[in-house]
């Protein structure tokens, strides 16, 4: 697809199917993410886990419990950016950049996909969740993540949002 038409592509869609992305789909949005610029080149701060299957599941099911509802919007897959830079900054940025090359990405093969912040604090602070469940080494902080999944409904459209510009010429 032509850079400008997945950029109109990607808009968050928040009724996503729980059928598995193909092995080769969820390489693809590995392989664009990895091309994201990140701050002083430190590629080594960042991990990716790629939670599906059971553990999303049960990941799902303790977003119900504690949240009320399933941050993730039913998606087949989550993937989640964790930084273990000192450098919070930096961190939130490098982070950003990952993941929406990652929804970006999506876009381009048709997968529907939300950046979500909503998840983070329960993500770090839930042992079950952080330690039991995903294991994440010390040190790493969950910083975003992005849901992914087949689009259940093709109703979000393109639409420019209104940011103020300002030009100083
Ligand atoms: C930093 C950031 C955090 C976000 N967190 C959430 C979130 O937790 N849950 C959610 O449903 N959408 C989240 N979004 C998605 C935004 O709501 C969405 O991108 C915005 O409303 C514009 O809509 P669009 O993505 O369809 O263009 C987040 C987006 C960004 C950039």
């Not at 989640?80 to 490098?94: F, I, T």
């Not at 969740?129 to 975003?144: A, P, Q, R, T």
């Amino acid at each position: 697809m032509e850079f400008k038409k997945t950029v109109y592509a990607r808009r968050s869609n928040r009724f996503l199917l729980n059928e598995p992305l193909k092995s080769e789909e969820i390489n693809y949005i590995l392989e664009i993410a990895k091309r994201a610029p990140v701050a002083i080149g430190k590629y080594e701060n960042l991990e990716l886990l790629i939670v599906k299957g059971k553990t999303l599941m049960t990941l799902q099911n303790e977003f119900v419990k504690i949240n009320g509802r399933d941050n993730t919007y039913g998606g087949s897959t989550l993937i989640v950016v964790l930084h273990k830079g000192e450098n919070e900054q930096l961190a939130n940025q490098d982070a950003a950049i990952v993941a929406e090359h990652i929804c970006l990405a999506a876009a381009d093969i048709n997968i529907g996909s939300v950046y979500l912040h909503s998840l983070v604090d329960v993500m770090n602070e839930n042992k079950f969740i952080n330690k039991e469940l995903l294991d994440i080494e010390n040190g790493y902080k969950v910083m975003c993540a992005v849901t992914l999944g087949y689009k259940a409904n093709e109703n979000v459209r393109d639409i420019e949002h209104d940011i103020k510009v300002k030009v100083y010429d």
